[in-house]
Structures are given as C-alpha cells and as structure tokens.
C-alpha cells in the first residue's frame, strides 16, 4: 500500500479552494457511459444518454482513445479550474491552448500504461498536437451537448450543494475537520494530507501551491488525483448527494403553478422530469407539436427550459430555475395541506 503525503505550509493552507469543473465530469460520466456496465446510481441516465451518445459514434472516437475504460487519463483534458465555477466552453478553450509539450508528455504516459504504443489516431495527435486539438474538443463539445448539457442543472445543484457543505465545515470546525470527513482514503494529520491507495507519491516540491477540490457526481466511489505543476494538485472527490441525483422529483402543488404559467406549460415542465424532444413531449402531453414548440420557447425565454441539439433532433431540460419554482410550489401545498389538517382537527376536551 502506497500512503502519499502533501504536506502543507500557511500558504498552502491560505491556497486551499474548490471548484466545480466540467472536463472533471465529462472524463468520469465517458468512462462510465462507455463501459458497458450497469450502475446502481446512474442507470436512469445511462439508458438515456448511452443511444445518443453511441449513434454519434462517441464510442469509436478521439475521446474513446483518450480516455479507456481503466487506467490513466492524459491531464491535459481535466486542466486546473481557473475560477470556483468555469463554463464548459472555457475549459475547451484551455484545452485547445495546452503545450504541445504537454500533450507529448501525457501521450507518451498514455502509452506506456497502454503497452508502449499508440494508436493512428493519438499518434497523429502527438506528431501535431496544435492541428488535432480543436477535433478532440469538437468531440467533446457533442458529447456534452449529448450526454451531460440537458442534465447539467439537476448535476450542477448537486455540485453547489457539496461545496456549500464543505465550506461550512471549514468555517464551522476548521480544514483538519474538512479534510477528515472528505473520504474515508484521505486523513489529515498535523500540516500534512496522507492519501492511502495511491499509485504515485505526492511530494510537495514537486507539486504546485495549494490545492484544488474538485466534488464530482462520476469520479466515485473512489478518488482521483492529478499533479501537473505549476498548477496546484487536484483532487476530485464523490459529490454528497449524488446518490440522489437521479430520483424522480415530486410534482405535487404543481396546480399552484397553473394561474401563473398556464396549464399546457406547467404541464410540460412537469414531464421534463428527464430530457425530451417536442415529438416526445406532444405523444405524452396530447397537445399538439406546434403546441408544445410555441410553449417550449416561450419557457425557454423565461430561463425555465434550455435547448440541446442531439443529432437531427432538438432535447429540452428543465433547468435550475424551473426546478426551484418546483419545489417552491411543492413546498408551499405541503405547507397549506398540513395548515389545512390543523384547522380541521376536532377540538380537545376542555
């Protein structure tokens, strides 16, 4: 057993940050998908976004090549979050903008747990890294759109919640307190972070400032970390909550809801539960396609549906707006019902 020690000076310590990152659960959520095997937390979204993802031709591709189904995965596409929450399209930017040398660096690591060889592909991305890149990130661009864009919302709450929980442990009980309770393979132990079941030492000289903590609904249930000086060490932990993530949201109270959107939107947001085309949403509501299009945009323009293309057709999500005036609604008829039953119980005797 490998126990890796990072040790800590107060300006470490004063570096410490999290950071919610896309790239960090594209990598997690394309092995998973790609695996062909079940999961006991994720399987409503594999059955929904393995078809899509395997008729684009995903699993044949730059990023199946990159990223197998064990084994390292080249640093260069998890780079270092440059603030607590980049969008998507900032961390492909960092991606297309990495060294050459870099990329060189991490194939040839790729290939030497890989047997010492790379294929066509990778091969040609090492000779010209600066040439292929933009490919590798277009191919990264359709697997979001695919797999992770129409979820991203009910993925992102789950994110925030996590960092909003850690970050109170630390103004509450202090980092020590933070670190102890992050996962059961990490400790912390005076300055020092030990790290039990690592592969690789991780020695503070060789390593940036800080660290970056990185909640992650796909990295589990284990850890992952990454030292790419002179960025600061990542490491990438299983997100609270995320056992939870894809239960079936109660709608109750949604009536309420009615005087404010109408019935035919409150009714489609309702089966938004899990992403669908307006052809799925007109089969299951009975309203008509033009309906459901005319309604779709108009709750696409209040900031309560977002768009995704997938191939020849167009998925629609709820997104984190509509999910709180969900729960607000819901929260608030749970509330009438039970205000209702107080009044109606029968007095006591007097």
Request: aromatic share 6%; with cysteine; charged share 20%.
């Amino acid at each position: 057993m490998v126990v890796a020690e990072l040790t800590f000076s107060a300006d470490d310590l004063a570096q410490v940050r999290f950071a919610v990152s896309p790239m960090w659960e594209v990598v997690p959520s394309f092995r998973l998908l790609t695996s062909n095997t079940a999961h006991p937390v994720h399987r409503p979204w594999i059955e929904q976004a393995r078809p899509r993802v395997l008729a684009a031709g995903l699993d044949r591709g730059w990023l199946a090549e990159l990223i197998g189904p064990s084994g390292y995965v080249p640093d260069f596409l998890t780079p270092a979050p440059t603030g607590p929450a980049p969008a998507a399209a900032a961390e492909w930017a960092t991606i297309i903008a990495a060294s050459p040398d870099r990329v060189r660096h991490d194939l040839d690591h790729l290939a030497r747990h890989q047997g010492g060889h790379l294929g066509p592909r990778l091969s040609s991305l090492h000779a010209d890294p600066s040439a292929r890149l933009a490919k590798v990130t277009r191919e990264i661009e359709t697997y979001w759109e695919l797999a992770l864009a129409p979820y991203w919302g009910r993925i992102r709450a789950v994110l925030d919640a996590d960092v909003f929980h850690r970050a109170r442990t630390v103004a509450e009980h202090g980092t020590g307190r933070l670190f102890n309770d992050l996962h059961e393979s990490i400790s912390w132990d005076a300055d020092t972070l030990n790290l039990v079941h690592r592969k690789r030492i991780m020695p503070r000289h060789s390593t940036g400032t800080g660290l970056l903590l990185i909640p992650s609904a796909f990295t589990g249930p284990g850890l992952r970390t990454q030292v790419s000086p002179p960025d600061p060490p990542q490491l990438a932990y299983p997100a609270r909550g995320t056992g939870t993530l894809w239960e079936t949201q109660p709608t109750t109270g949604t009536h309420a809801l009615i005087p404010v959107l109408g019935r035919s939107r409150t009714l489609l947001l309702t089966e938004l539960e899990s992403p669908a085309s307006t052809t799925e949403l007109a089969h299951r509501t009975g309203l008509s396609p033009a309906g459901v299009s005319q309604n779709l945009t108009a709750l696409r323009d209040a900031g309560l549906v977002s768009a995704h293309r997938a191939g020849r057709s167009v998925l629609y999500a709820r997104t984190g707006a509509a999910e709180s005036l969900l729960d607000a609604a819901s929260l608030t008829c749970s509330t009438s019902r039970r205000r209702g039953r107080r009044e109606e119980a029968p007095a006591g005797p007097t």
